[in-house]
C-alpha cells in the first residue's frame, strides 16, 4: 500500500536559517504529492503540490520538488521566520477518482528569534 | 466566506455515551472526509463520502458511524463503542482537483 516517511522532529532553527524536511514516499503509479501546514489548535492548511514528475510546488517562500527516482517531494524555505513554526505533513493521493490521502506523521518545526 | 465549519470546538464524552461532530461545508464539493489525529500519529482516515447517500471506511472505522444525506452535511457519530475517543477530529471536503480543504477541527476528551 502506499506510505509517507518524513524526518522525526522537532526541527529548531534560529530565524532566517535555512530548512529542509526530507519527505520520502512508496506508492503505486503516479501520485500527486503534498505539504500541509497545521498551525497550534488549527485545521491543516494546503501550503503546496505538485502533480507529476520534476514539477516544483511553491507557496509562501517553501519550495519542493517532486523527484520520482528518489521517491521524494522534500520541503524547503531559504529563510524561515518565527511565524514559520508549525506542525508539517507531507502527503500523497492515490489519484483514484476522490482521492484519499495518506499523510506523513508529521514534522513539528520550531524558530526561535 | 466559503469554507468548513467544524462544532463544538471542544466536546466532552462520558463512559457509554454516544456524540456527535458536526461538518458543514459551503464549498459545493462532492467528497468529505473523516480524520483522526493524535499526537505522534499524524492524520488517520475513519471515513469519506463521494456522493451524497454513500460512504466508505477508511482505516480505523470501528466505533465510528456517518451519514451523507446532504452535500453540506457529514456528521460524524463517535459510539460507546469507541473504547479510546480522545483525540482531535478533523473533516475535509474535496473538489475534483485533488486538493482537500481542512476544517478548524474538534477536540473530543472523556470525562
Known amino acids: 500500500g502506499n506510505s509517507v516517511t518524513q524526518m522525526e522532529g522537532p526541527v529548531t532553527l534560529s530565524e532566517e536559517a535555512f530548512l529542509t524536511i526530507n519527505c520520502t514516499y512508496t506508492?503505486?503509479?503516479?501520485?500527486?504529492l503534498f505539504w500541509y501546514v497545521q498551525y497550534p489548535g488549527e485545521g491543516l492548511q494546503l501550503l503546496l503540490k505538485?502533480?507529476?514528475?520534476?514539477d516544483k510546488g511553491s507557496n509562501k517562500g517553501f519550495e519542493a520538488t517532486y523527484r520520482k527516482e528518489t521517491t521524494s517531494f522534500h520541503l524547503e524555505k531559504g529563510s524561515v521566520q518565527v511565524s514559520d513554526s508549525a506542525v508539517y505533513f507531507c502527503a500523497l493521493s492515490d489519484r483514484a477518482g476522490y482521492s484519499t490521502l495518506t499523510f506523513g506523521k508529521g514534522t513539528m518545526l520550531l524558530v526561535s528569534p | 466566506d466559503g469554507g468548513i465549519t467544524q462544532s463544538p470546538k471542544y466536546l466532552f464524552r462520558k463512559e457509554g455515551q454516544n456524540v456527535t461532530l458536526s461538518c458543514e461545508q459551503n464549498?459545493?464539493?462532492?467528497?468529505m472526509y473523516w480524520y483522526r489525529q493524535d499526537p505522534g500519529q499524524g492524520l488517520r482516515l475513519i471515513y469519506y463520502s463521494q456522493i451524497v447517500n454513500d460512504f466508505q471506511k477508511g482505516d480505523i472505522a470501528e466505533g465510528y458511524s456517518v451519514s451523507r444525506e446532504k452535500k453540506e452535511s457529514f456528521p460524524l457519530t463517535v459510539t460507546s463503542a469507541q473504547k479510546n475517543p480522545t483525540a482531535f477530529y478533523l473533516c475535509a471536503s474535496m473538489s475534483d482537483l485533488e486538493t482537500q480543504y481542512f476544517g478548524p477541527g474538534t477536540r473530543l476528551l472523556v470525562l
Open positions: 506508492a503505486t503509479g503516479y501520485p500527486s
Open positions: 505538485a502533480t507529476k514528475a520534476d
Open positions: 464549498l459545493n464539493h462532492d467528497a
